[in-house]
């Protein structure tokens, strides 16, 4: 059974930092690539950044210079660093990971909360 738990959100002031965790089980990690993205209230779901098996990133516009994304194939585990957060970064988090001919996964994501 595939799981993808997202962990590491809560409630920040503006100009603050968070780093999200996405645990995966039931899948080959390394096999699979990974990424992050999110949902504000009363809009759609958007992308924000990925990782190959390759270790190749990528971030959205919206986040470039701020957020960051990584992986440990160790640990099974996708992080996204959050800095210099913005209110309008408040969103659902959630955990992507997709492999060629295996299928996709979502996790259920984490609230992230940017406020004074």
């Known amino acids: 059974q595939v799981q993808l738990v997202e962990s590491g959100g809560g409630l920040v002031q503006p100009g603050g930092s968070l780093r999200l965790s996405c645990a995966a089980s039931g899948i080959v990690f390394s096999s699979t690539n990974m990424a992050w993205y999110r949902q504000a209230p009363g809009k759609q779901r958007e992308w924000v950044a990925t990782i190959t098996t390759t270790d190749s990133t990528n971030v959205a516009d919206s986040v470039k210079g701020r957020f960051t994304i990584s992986r440990d194939n160790a640990k099974n585990t996708v992080y996204l660093q959050m800095n210099s957060l913005k209110p309008e970064d408040t969103a659902v988090y959630y955990c992507?990971?997709?492999?060629?001919?295996?299928?996709?996964?979502w996790g259920k994501g984490t609230l992230v909360t940017v406020s004074s």
């Open positions: 992507y990971g997709h492999r060629l001919l295996y299928g996709a996964y």
